[in-house]
């Protein structure tokens, strides 16, 4: 597996986002516009922020 890290930080409310989403952004550990959470680079969390990906913006960590 890699050893890369990404940084997902929530930009937009969840108001008004379907219940999936809003699941999505709290198994991320966000909750807030502004929080910060860094999660290991695997498909599983490309997969997640796939679904909320006009919530999020994503960096990538060395």
Do not use: F, W
Request: aromatic fraction near 2%.
């Amino acid at each position: 597996m890699s050893d890369k890290n990404i940084r997902i930080t929530q930009v937009r409310s969840i108001i008004g986002c379907t219940k999936k989403q809003k699941a999505t952004i709290k198994s991320l550990g966000l909750g807030r516009p502004n929080y910060q959470v860094e999660k290991p680079d695997n498909p599983c969390t490309r997969g997640q922020v796939k679904v909320v990906q006009h919530i999020v913006k994503v960096e990538e960590l060395s």
